[in-house]
């Protein structure tokens, strides 16, 4: 059974920098795409970014390109998002998710985490 667990959310100042970690478990994580997607309060949850098995490839939403980077690391099966000169706008609940397909639509994902809070002041 594979677990999902965000970790690294919080209280941050608009501009500030903020990394989410996602813990891997229950299965061979090298196997899987990992992507990040976020829910802000009243709106649907939508795609922020994701990385193939090998990370040899990422996309991210428009909003967020150029501000947020997002890494694994195959040995420790954690997957990472890097969020920098964040905005009020990017106030969310963060979700990692698994997939053997990932990409940008939550179809693609079999697995969820529970969600991280990210909270940017202004």
């Known amino acids: 059974q594979v677990q999902l667990v965000e970790s690294g959310g919080g209280l941050v100042q608009a501009g500030g920098s903020v990394r989410l970690s996602c813990a891997f478990s229950g299965s061979t994580f090298s196997r899987f795409g990992m992507g990040w997607f976020r829910q802000a309060p009243g709106k649907e949850r939508e795609f922020v970014a994701a990385?193939?098995?090998?990370?040899?490839?990422?996309d991210f939403v428009d909003s967020v390109k150029g501000r947020f980077t997002i890494s694994r690391d195959n040995a420790k099966n954690t997957v990472y998002l890097q969020m920098n000169s964040l905005k009020p706008e990017d106030t969310a609940v963060y979700y990692c998710?698994?997939?053997?397909?990932?990409?940008?639509?939550?179809?693609?994902?079999?697995?969820w985490g529970q969600g991280t809070q990210v909270t940017v002041a202004s």
């Open positions: 990385i193939t098995w090998s990370g040899g490839n990422t």
């Open positions: 998710a698994a997939g053997f397909y990932g990409g940008r639509t939550q179809n693609g994902y079999d697995f």
